[in-house]
């Protein structure tokens, strides 16, 4: 009998200390965080941008980062890692050179345009903008 009061107790404390805490952090819906890669050396570089049409230049945003070197920002991919549902963020070189999209439901973007090589390219004259 003892065993099963202790037994129920362990497993009662047990419950408690699983439940999820209250103090979770969470992405603000007025933002997204996205990353550069550059998968020949294993650098990369986080920036969060707001979702409101504004345009963020990516020298501003990784101009001193680990990926640039001499002025240039080398990179092979980007990804979309904390987003509200229903962003659409494009990064493009100019208004009508579009690299691609990030999107909830296409989180990764291959940025020299070769799925099947992993090539650096200079992304220091690109940019994003971010909407719903």
């Not at 230049?57 to 640039?68: C, E, N, W």
């Not at 904390?82 to 439901?105: K, N, R, S, W």
Request: charged share 10%.
């Amino acid at each position: 009998m003892i065993f099963s009061v202790v037994s129920s107790l362990a497993l009662l404390a047990t419950s408690v200390v699983a439940l999820p805490s209250g103090f979770v952090a969470r992405q603000s819906p007025n933002e997204i965080t996205f990353t550069i890669i550059n998968d020949q050396t294993g650098a990369q570089a986080a920036a969060t941008v707001p979702i409101d049409g504004s345009v963020a230049a990516f020298q501003d945003l990784f101009g001193t980062s680990s990926l640039a070197s001499n002025g240039r920002i080398l990179a092979t991919s980007s990804q979309l890692i904390a987003f509200p549902q229903g962003v659409d963020c494009i990064i493009y070189q100019t208004t009508i050179d579009v690299i691609g999209h990030l999107t909830p439901e296409h989180t990764y973007l291959d940025l020299d345009g070769n799925p099947n090589a992993a090539i650096p390219v200079d992304v220091s004259g690109d940019h994003i903008t971010c909407s719903f």
